[in-house]
């Protein structure tokens, strides 16, 4: 646990709270932890986790190495306004808010025609609330090494991370992992709706369906094998679970992903350019 290092949520929603649970006593002291949120009653929860916490940015901010932007990305510039006054040369910014494109954040950070560099933009998923999320992380070239190290230690703790190139490949993590989890809900929902139309009670279905889909996912994980690999390995000629692969084949299930997914990086980079006007 590093004793020295100081961070501050700007923002203090269920995201900067599942990463200040991972981070809280293992990473740092939960007082090393300063938030910002507006609500009085999310002000006293933090406190009783041991964290300072404001309804404002204030100059407690400036004894912080790291902010993290945590905020609703239509309220993000508004919280970057009444931030920046606080920040140092060394702050290590880090932004979970979705839509908002790096360069666009660093720019409202900075001075005219200096861009705040010193900034990591990161997408996480709803999982990271139990601990099991992912996360795709970008760096802006000012980030050191020791700036992307940190900022993945900090992330790593609310699950796994994933660095990519840039903006444009968020918006692809946006798409698959960022909203994945719904897709992943949805599958679940028709699993349980298809079991209960095949004889099984809603909670054993329901039970069934979430076992299978942990248990799967669970073996993916641990196998060297692609899962296309391990789909054969599950499929007998002529047994039940090719006669349900056919369906889905016949549906077009594996283009439907993908032209979902497209559809979601696409919104994801207009969602950009709505909030960077």
Known sequence: MDQDLTIAFI???NMATALASGLAGKTCPAANLHVVD???AA???WRGRGASAAAAPDAALQACRVWIYAVKPQQLREAVAASRAWL?????VISVAAGIRADTLAGWLGEPGKPWQNLVRCMPNTPALVG???TGLAALPGVDQAGRELAERLLSSVGQVVWVADDAALDAVTALSGSGPAYVFLFLESLVTGGVAAGLSPDQAHQLALGTLAGATRLAAQ???PPAV???RVTSKGGTTAAALQVFQ???LPAIVQQAIEAAAQRSRELADEFGK
């Open 11 to 13: 923002g203090g929603g």
């Open 38 to 40: 507006p609500t009085a």
């Open 43 to 45: 002000q006293e929860a």
């Open 88 to 92: 140092r040369p060394d702050t290590l």
């Open 132 to 134: 099991a999320g992912v």
């Open 223 to 225: 196998s060297d094998e």
């Open 230 to 232: 391990l789909r054969e």
């Open 250 to 252: 016949q549906a077009g």
